[in-house]
C-alpha cells in the first residue's frame, strides 16, 4: 500500500537576505497598526511556500483577514471553529493520505497547517489540538500568542500573564492586580503528553530568521509538530504600535519569552541573553500592566526568575491558589 | 449477483458505507450508533475497505474531522446517537453552510436527563433547522439504500449538502432484517465518484469560509434555502434511477399504505411505521377505513407532497417520537410541519398528534388501536378535541 509522505526538504535560511521574496499571506487585510499576529503569518506562510493549506481557527486571523471577497491568503485556506482547528486539520491530512494513495491527487503531500491564537490553542481549542497531535497526524500546529482573547476586545485567556488587565480582569480595590492567575505553559503542554510530537518549538516576531527557520524544520519533520509563537499586540497589551518589534525582543531579554527548540528529547536555546533586564524594562512599556504595585512586579520577577531555571521543568507558581485567595 | 443477508440497520449501513467507497471515516462511542463504527474498523482492518478511520475525540470533533476531509476532496462518514448529536451542534451550520456534503447515520437515542439508551428522535429533531438533508429509515434494507441515496443527492453539485442519514435505535440499527446488497457494479452505476467545486488544494487555491459583514448574510442565507427548493427534482431523479438500477419502488417523498378508500390515516416515520401497518391490517378486517403515509425525507420537508397526501383524509393523526417542549401544539415537532403543509388547502383533514414511543418505549399494537379510535371520534364529532394525546399517559397528562 503506497504511503503519502512527505519527501521535501525546506531548506534553512541563513541571513536576512536570503529570506524568499514570494508572499503568501498578503496585503489587503484589516488587522492593526503594528499587529504581531499578522507580522508572523507573513513569516509562517513564507517559510511554508506554495504546497500549504492553511486552517484559521476564530480569532483575530480570521476575523481581520478573511472579509468576505477578498482574501490576503494565496494558498488554500479554511475558516475553523474556534474549538476545531486541530480536528478540521486532521480531516484534510488524512483525506490527503488516502487521497494520494489511491492516486486521486498528485504530488507532494501539503503542508497541513493551522494558525490558532491562544484561545483556539491552549483553551477552547485544546481539545482538538492535542488530539491531533496523539493520532499523529502530519500537520503542523501554530499558536500565535497574543497573550489575549483580542479579536473580541481584550479578554484574559489561559497565557494571559499574572497582573494584566483585561476586559475580564478590570484592577480594581478588591482586586488591585488585576489578572490573579499564573498562565498555561503551551509547549510544556504539548511535549508534556504527546509522545507523538517530535518537534516543539517557541519563536517570536523579533527574529524573523529563527522563526522561518522553525517553521521549516516543523515542516520537515513527519508527523505533529507545535510552534508556539510570541506575538505582541499593541491594542490588547496597550504600546505604542511602533513598538511591537522592541517589545517582543525585550519580552526575550527579560525572560518574559523564551526561544527554545525541542527536538526528540533535546533542549536547545536560542538568543538567549547573557544576563537578564528585570521584568519591569519589559512591564513599564505596557499599559495592561500599569496599574501594577512594587510587591505584584517581584511576584512576576518571582515566576520569571523560577521559569528561566529550567523550562523543561514545571514552576512553581508563586502564588497562592486561586481558590485560597478568594 | 445481488445476495440476500440478514443484518441489522447499523451493519447494513456499514455494507453501504463500503460500497460507497468512503475514505474517511471518523468515530466516537456511544450507544446505539457505535456497532456502524465497530463494522467499519473491522472493514478497514481486514483490507477489505480502503480508508482513513480516525478515533475522533467526541462528537464534535467527528463532524469537525470530516468536515476537513470532506472539504479536501474525500467521501466521508460519520455517525452519533443522543447527547453524541446534539454535543457535535456548533458544527451543522458551518458544514452545512459551508456546503460540504459530508453524510452522518444517527441511530436515535433519548437525551438526558435521565440517561435512557433507548431510540427516541429528538436528538436529530433538534438539529433539523441547520440546512442539512434528513429522513428515516423503517428497517435495514431502508438504512441501506438511503447512505447511498443520500450521498448522491447531497453531494450532487447542484445540491452540496450534508445529510443527516436516521434510523430508530435499536428499533432498526440492532434488530436484523432482510437485506438486499446488491453487486458493487450497481452501486458504481448510480453513485459517480465524489468531486467538490472548490476542495482545498495547494493547485487551485481558494478561501473557504471568510467573514461577512451583516449585508451579505442574507444572500447566503438564501442559497442555503435555495439548495433545499433545489434538492427535491435532484431527489426525484435518484429515486428514479435507483429504482431502475437496484429494482425497487420507493417513491421519493412520502409512501401511502391502504390509503386508496381510508377516511383516516397515520403520518409516521421510522421504525415503528412497521408496527403501524400490522395494526392496520387488522383494523381494516375491523372494517375500520385506515391507512398510513409514510414519511420519507424531514429535510427538505415535502409540503406539497404532504398535502397532497392527506388532504383526500376526513382525520389525519400525527406519531410523533420526538418532543417540542413547550411549542405551539404542546407535543412534537411533526404536527406543526403537518398543519402548516395543509393550512392553504381549500378543505383540510382533522388533525391531531399522538406521543408514543418516547424514551424507546415500544408502540405497541394496541396503541394504534387507542390512536384509530381517537380518529374515529374526531370524525363523528368533526373536530379534534386536542393537538396532542400522550398515548398510555392520558391520565397524567
Same mark, same amino acid.
Given at each position: ?74 494558498? +488554500?485556506?479554511?475558516?475553523? =471553529?474556534?474549538?476545531? !482547528? %486541530?480536528?478540521? /486539520?486532521?480531516?484534510?491530512? *488524512? ?30 481549542g485544546l481539545q482538538a489540538m492535542s488530539a491531533m497531535m496523539y493520532r499523529n497526524h502530519d500537520a503542523l500546529f501554530v499558536c500565535y500568542d497574543n497573550e489575549a482573547y483580542a479579536n473580541t476586545g481584550i479578554q484574559t485567556s489561559p497565557t494571559t500573564p499574572y497582573g494584566a488587565n483585561t476586559t ?14 499564573? +498562565?498555561?505553559?503551551?509547549? =510544556?503542554?504539548?511535549? !508534556? %503528553?504527546?509522545? /507523538?510530537?517530535?518537534?516543539? *518549538?517557541?519563536?517570536?516576531v523579533a527574529y524573523p530568521v529563527d522563526l522561518m527557520n522553525k517553521v521549516r524544520k516543523a515542516l520537515n519533520v513527519q508527523g505533529p509538530t507545535f510552534l508556539h509563537i510570541h506575538a505582541p499586540c499593541p491594542k490588547g497589551w496597550k504600546f505604542n504600535e511602533s513598538k511591537t518589534v522592541e517589545i ?79 | ?397
Amino acid at each position: 500500500m503506497a504511503v503519502a509522505v512527505k519527501t521535501q526538504n525546506l531548506p534553512l535560511i541563513k541571513k536576512i537576505r536570503n529570506i524568499p521574496r514570494e508572499e503568501y499571506y498578503v496585503p489587503g487585510h484589516r488587522t492593526c497598526a503594528g499587529c504581531g499576529p499578522a507580522l508572523q503569518y507573513k513569516l509562517v506562510a513564507k517559510a511554508a511556500g506554495p504546497n500549504t493549506i492553511f486552517l484559521g481557527p476564530t480569532g483575530c486571523m480570521y476575523v481581520a483577514n478573511a472579509s468576505y471577497l477578498c482574501t490576503p491568503y494565496r494558498v +488554500p485556506w479554511m475558516h475553523t =471553529q474556534i474549538t476545531n !482547528g %486541530g480536528a478540521v /486539520a486532521s480531516g484534510v491530512e *488524512a483525506a490527503y493520505q488516502v487521497l494520494i494513495r489511491k492516486g486521486k491527487r498528485e504530488g507532494e503531500l501539503p503542508n497541513v497547517i493551522v494558525m490558532a491564537g491562544d484561545g483556539g490553542s491552549v483553551d477552547i481549542g485544546l481539545q482538538a489540538m492535542s488530539a491531533m497531535m496523539y493520532r499523529n497526524h502530519d500537520a503542523l500546529f501554530v499558536c500565535y500568542d497574543n497573550e489575549a482573547y483580542a479579536n473580541t476586545g481584550i479578554q484574559t485567556s489561559p497565557t494571559t500573564p499574572y497582573g494584566a488587565n483585561t476586559t475580564f480582569t478590570p484592577p480594581g480595590p478588591a482586586i488591585p492586580e488585576g489578572k490573579k492567575l499564573f +498562565p498555561k505553559d503551551p509547549p =510544556q503542554l504539548v511535549i !508534556g %503528553g504527546h509522545p /507523538a510530537v517530535k518537534y516543539v *518549538a517557541t519563536a517570536s516576531v523579533a527574529y524573523p530568521v529563527d522563526l522561518m527557520n522553525k517553521v521549516r524544520k516543523a515542516l520537515n519533520v513527519q508527523g505533529p509538530t507545535f510552534l508556539h509563537i510570541h506575538a505582541p499586540c499593541p491594542k490588547g497589551w496597550k504600546f505604542n504600535e511602533s513598538k511591537t518589534v522592541e517589545i517582543a525582543k525585550l519580552a526575550i531579554q527579560t525572560g518574559m519569552w523564551i526561544l527554545y527548540e525541542w527536538e526528540n528529547g533535546e533542549y536547545k536555546y536560542q538568543h538567549k541573553p547573557r544576563e537578564y533586564k528585570p521584568v519591569r524594562e519589559y512591564m513599564k512599556l505596557q499599559g495592561r500592566f500599569a496599574h501594577l504595585q512594587e510587591a505584584h512586579i517581584a511576584k512576576m520577577q518571582a515566576f520569571v526568575d523560577a521559569k528561566l531555571k529550567a523550562p523543561g521543568i514545571p514552576v512553581a507558581v508563586p502564588a497562592p491558589p486561586p481558590r485560597a485567595q478568594a | 449477483m445481488a445476495k440476500e443477508m440478514v443484518l441489522s440497520g447499523c451493519a447494513a449501513s456499514a455494507q453501504a458505507a463500503k460500497m460507497a467507497k468512503v475514505e474517511v471515516i471518523c468515530s466516537y462511542p456511544i450507544r446505539p450508533y457505535t456497532a456502524l463504527m465497530m463494522e467499519l474498523a473491522k472493514m478497514v482492518a481486514n483490507g477489505e475497505l480502503d480508508a482513513e478511520f480516525i478515533y475522533g475525540e467526541g462528537e464534535h470533533a467527528q463532524l469537525s474531522v470530516v468536515l476537513g476531509a470532506s472539504a479536501a476532496g474525500a467521501r466521508v462518514l460519520t455517525g452519533s446517537s443522543g447527547v453524541g448529536v446534539t454535543y457535535a451542534f456548533e458544527t451543522y451550520s458551518p458544514i452545512a453552510g459551508g456546503r460540504v456534503p459530508v453524510q452522518m447515520m444517527i441511530a436515535d437515542r433519548a437525551l438526558d436527563p435521565p440517561g435512557d439508551f433507548g431510540s427516541e428522535h429528538t436528538d436529530a429533531m433538534s438539529c433539523r433547522d441547520q440546512g442539512w438533508l434528513m429522513g428515516w429509515a423503517e428497517n435495514p434494507q431502508e438504512a441501506f439504500d438511503n447512505c447511498l441515496i443520500n450521498y448522491r443527492v447531497g453531494e450532487d453539485h447542484r445540491v452540496l449538502l450534508p445529510q443527516f442519514v436516521c434510523q430508530d435505535g435499536y428499533f432498526v440499527s440492532h434488530i436484523p432484517g432482510k437485506v438486499l446488497l446488491p453487486d458493487q457494479s450497481q452501486v458504481d452505476e448510480f453513485l459517480p465518484p465524489y468531486t467538490l467545486p472548490h476542495p482545498l488544494d495547494p493547485k487551485h487555491p481558494v478561501s473557504h469560509g471568510p467573514q461577512i459583514r451583516p449585508d451579505q448574510g442574507t444572500i447566503m442565507d438564501l442559497q442555503r434555502a435555495q439548495a433545499h427548493l433545489d434538492a427535491p427534482a435532484v431527489i426525484k431523479e435518484a429515486i428514479a434511477d435507483f429504482n431502475r438500477i437496484f429494482g425497487r419502488d420507493y417513491s421519493p417523498f412520502v409512501e401511502e399504505y391502504m390509503t386508496d378508500d381510508a377516511e383516516m390515516a397515520f403520518f409516521i416515520m421510522g421504525a415503528h411505521t412497521m408496527t403501524a401497518r400490522h395494526a392496520i391490517k387488522h383494523l381494516r378486517s375491523q372494517g375500520v377505513k385506515i391507512g398510513l403515509v409514510k414519511l420519507r425525507f424531514v429535510r427538505p420537508w415535502p409540503t406539497q407532497e404532504v398535502a397532497e397526501a392527506l388532504s383526500k383524509f376526513k382525520a389525519v393523526g400525527v406519531v410523533e417520537t420526538s418532543t417540542s417542549y413547550g411549542g405551539a401544539m404542546r407535543g412534537g415537532n411533526l404536527l406543526h410541519e403537518v398543519r402548516a403543509s395543509l393550512y392553504d388547502l381549500p378543505k383540510r383533514p382533522l388533525t391531531t398528534s399522538f406521543m408514543a414511543g418516547l424514551g424507546g418505549e415500544m408502540v405497541p399494537l394496541k396503541e394504534f388501536y387507542y390512536m384509530a379510535d381517537i380518529l374515529s371520534e374526531m370524525i363523528k364529532d368533526g373536530k379534534a378535541k386536542k393537538t396532542v394525546y400522550w398515548v398510555g399517559f392520558e391520565a397524567e397528562a
